[in-house]
């Protein structure tokens, strides 16, 4: 009885688990399918799934030729590794000194700090964009990354890591004769690796899908991100073609996607961590 | 104080002070003085590349509040957050509770739900859209094929805001699923053995007396950031819909870009950014007075 | 009030087994304590008592009825959890009113907002909030009814999950390490007040500890469990005047028992590795077996007494001072590597490193064979002449 019970929970379980999973699965599965499709079969509107003639390396070359894919997959790798670069080294010393050194307005500093955490990108975009566009730099890799430099984010998530990092050690570190820098970089920094992947994910994951911004400051198309890029592509390409549509919207979420199901734990770890705010 | 602990209290001053003055010129130059100038733009009817600007007091913002495409705008905006929050946070926590349970394939639901969340949201909105078309798309053949005819999803105005709404919370699930998972994994098990043994043996009872009301926390924390989260609705409809058709699914955000970026509005995009920024604040001090309760258990 | 009877239990984790074959009937009104390392399958049988876990085989039977297919609420059984497992979110009267309102409200009635609907329940909880008190009165935490659990002291809270226990008047009482959370002083507190309730109860107790003092203090009867097996059940002073093997003897009692490896030669005399003899066993020679005595069996010579040789010659390693006694370590040169432990009143004006003289009563020694099995120990025959030999080459 109890047993067979068990037994139908389970199978209630699975079947509102697997319906939610198909439709979460929906659009990538159908976009994988039609970017295999010739475009007789794509206007043919039949449920079928799989292609009766393969069509595949006809719309993902297309896809490569007409628009400069891997070029906007490039410029998003530049961008978001040039935010997170200069967010880390920026972030890292500032959220030890808070966490760690006494100064003064310190408190002060760690209030502005969680205030501006509220503050998005679309607030400061009005006087940034006219900024950069008095200083020449619309259209530029620094454009794309100047609002995200300073991360609010990233200080207040180290702050609270290396807060709970024992005083004791660094002490001893001082009684060693170590300067705070080699502190931070030789032994505080080591240990908050866990955090700091964690981050680095989120500010990845974040500037890689990030349209806002880029569609403001960039025009050249040769600059575009992926996000950008899939816009400026799907404009030209209007109807026409939806087989090479779908190959180009694959191919611009392949890489998130295999990063993130190979460090499946990071990107589990950067969402749960904005929920310790 | 002895003289070596007053050198480290030195030695602290200055280098705090020097750690901190990269991030804060930064801060300054890509928050604190652009939120200033915004602040002025705001009353000014400042347009780009114009040569003479002038001071304009808060007839921007009047301006806005009879703004029909403003209000509408904001209206829609609202009405997006209403639908999108109770779907993505009520189905996240069922979807989290669901697979809380399972052991093996725990990590196969995760990766499913969590898979919108990492895939660019713009190339999946694109192939919504192709999901979606009135003639090609499979919804609709499936919808056809079922005897029950086209849905304009989106370009049917009563259709366009619920779609993008849609496929908002299909974008979010999975984040607050694993918002959700954390805050179950942290109720400690002993909690629920305890209420076995003290009689509580349905799922539903063990909702009620546990999981429900040791989530609280957690769901207000997800109730918040979602609502943020879907406050700044703007790529799906520069992708999809463009505030279209007739309006109906005009939002803040893509409002701001058109007068902004597209017309060179700016003192009046600065006075609706205020706008914007108010919204914004409100949440985020209701998720401050959220997070000072937490520490309550 | 009940009987727990257990049928041959056994329990594995894949091919891991944590218990086999155990065996144990516990009395209606006894306080049986489950004694062991950690690792050793108690927390496991307790869990499969309280129905939390299901046993891979074997039969519990509470009073005389097979409860294996019943959920844990349906055993007449509580438990108090080593974290208490109060819920943190409700206040103590509510914490010890759950039990109750979940056996006496239905399901609707015990909905958010819908309860207040219900007539019935209006009936039915003043009745519960009395029950309640009067089981706070018991513990004395009627003033704590209303805080939450966060704001009680560790002593608060294990009272209170007590009484949660208590409030169900189960037949059974489950305890799993409920003192390990406890600071040292408010542990041998809680200790008789655990005894004095139970005396008061009359309940049947089983109780899980890793702390042998526990066992000794509280129970009536203690199950010695080690690799998933019960290595001993037996009255405290069973367990410590006669353990049934090396593992018992060396876990009960503090400090712990001296064991000394001996092998057996001709007449069943066991001879230490030095080739000292040291009593007589009833083992084969040619055997091995382990000596244990101890530390109050055994005794300092009072220096330079050439008519009574000592048995042990022994370095003074260090003194620790407890009060009212004593605890000697000594070193025995002649066997490297290995010490004793002697307990005395006092140390006298001994320093380190002095040599003192040891002996030991044969008569209380226990032997145990090649497999770590207690044997009958001495041949009480007055000792043979070669040991008396033996002795006197020793000194």
Known sequence: MRALRHAGSLILVHGVLLAGAAFMLLPFVWMIATSLKPPEEVFSATLQLLPNRFHGAENYGFALTQAPLVRFALNGAIVCLGILAVQLLVAIPCAYALAKLRFPGRDALFLLVLLSLAIPVQVPALPLYIALADLSLLNTYLAMMVPFLFSAFAVFLLRQFFKSYPDDILQAARLDGMRELEIVWRIVVPSAWPAIAAFSVFSVVAHWNDLYWPLIVITDSALATPPLGMMLFADAETGSNYGALMAAAAMLTAPLVVVFLFARRWFIAGVTMTGVK | MTGPGLRQARIERHTGLAFISPAMLLFLLTSLAPLAVLLGLSVTDYELGAIDTKGVGMANFAKAFTDPVFRRSLGNTLLYVLIVVPGAVGLGLLIAVLVHGRRRSRGFYEVIYFLPVTSTLIAMATVWQFLLHPRLGPVNAFLRSLGLGEVAFLSEPAHALPTLAVIGIWQLLGFNMVLFLAGLSAIPKDLYEAAEVDGCTSAVDRFLTITWPLLTPTTMFVLVTTSITAFKIFDTVAVMTRGGPMGSSEVLLYNVYLEGFQYFHMGYAAALTVVFLAFILVFSAVQSLVLERRTHY | ?395
């Open chain 3, 1 to 395: 009030m009940a009987r727990v009877e257990l049928e041959s239990i056994g329990k594995s984790f894949g091919d891991t087994a944590v218990l086999s074959g155990i065996n144990l009937d516990v009395e209606d009104g006894e306080f049986l304590t489950l004694v062991g390392p950690s690792g050793c399958g108690k927390s496991t049988l307790i869990r499969i008592i309280a129905g939390l876990e299901p046993q891979t085989s074997g039969r519990i039977r509470i009073d005389g009825a097979p409860v294996d297919d019943l959920r844990p609420h349906e055993r007449r059984v509580a438990m108090v959890f080593q974290s208490y497992a109060l819920y943190p979110h409700l206040s103590v009267f509510a914490n010890m009113a759950l039990p109750l309102t979940m056996q006496r409200l239905s399901l609707w009635e015990r909905l958010p907002l819908l309860r207040l609907l219900s007539a019935r329940r209006r009936r039915v909880m003043p009745g519960i909030a009395q029950e309640v008190r009067s089981v706070a009165a018991q513990l004395q935490i009627e003033p704590l009814l209303l805080r939450r659990p966060a704001q009680l002291s560790g002593g608060q809270r294990q009272r209170v999950a007590l009484g949660r226990a208590m409030v169900r008047h189960p037949g059974v009482f489950l305890m799993d390490e409920p003192l390990s959370n406890l600071d040292a002083k408010l542990r041998v507190h809680m200790r008789s007040e655990l005894t004095e309730l139970h005396q008061r109860l009359k309940s049947t107790f089983v109780y899980v500890t890793h702390d042998q003092v526990e066992a000794m203090t509280m129970s009536d009867r203690v199950a010695m469990m080690d690799a998933g097996r019960i290595l001993q059940l037996g009255t405290p002073a069973e367990l410590y005047a006669r353990p049934a093997n090396v593992t018992v003897a060396q876990f009960i009692g503090s400090p712990a028992i001296n064991l000394l490896p001996a092998r057996i030669e001709d007449g069943g005399i066991a001879v230490l590795a030095d080739g000292s003899p040291i009593l007589r066993t009833l083992l084969p020679p040619g055997s091995t077996a382990t000596i244990g005595l101890r530390p109050e069996t055994l005794r300092l010579l009072p220096p330079g007494d050439p008519t009574r040789p000592a048995p042990f010659q022994a370095r003074l390693r260090r003194v620790e001072n407890l009060g009212a006694e004593c605890m000697l370590h000594v070193d025995l040169p002649t066997l490297p590597g290995q010490g004793l432990v002697i307990r005395a009143a006092s140390a006298g004006d001994l320093t380190p490193g002095t040599m003192v003289g040891v002996a030991y009563d044969p008569a209380a020694a226990h032997v145990f064979d090649a497999s770590g099995n207690r044997v009958a120990a001495v041949a009480t025959a007055a000792p043979a002449a070669r040991l008396a030999q033996a002795e006197g080459r020793v000194s």
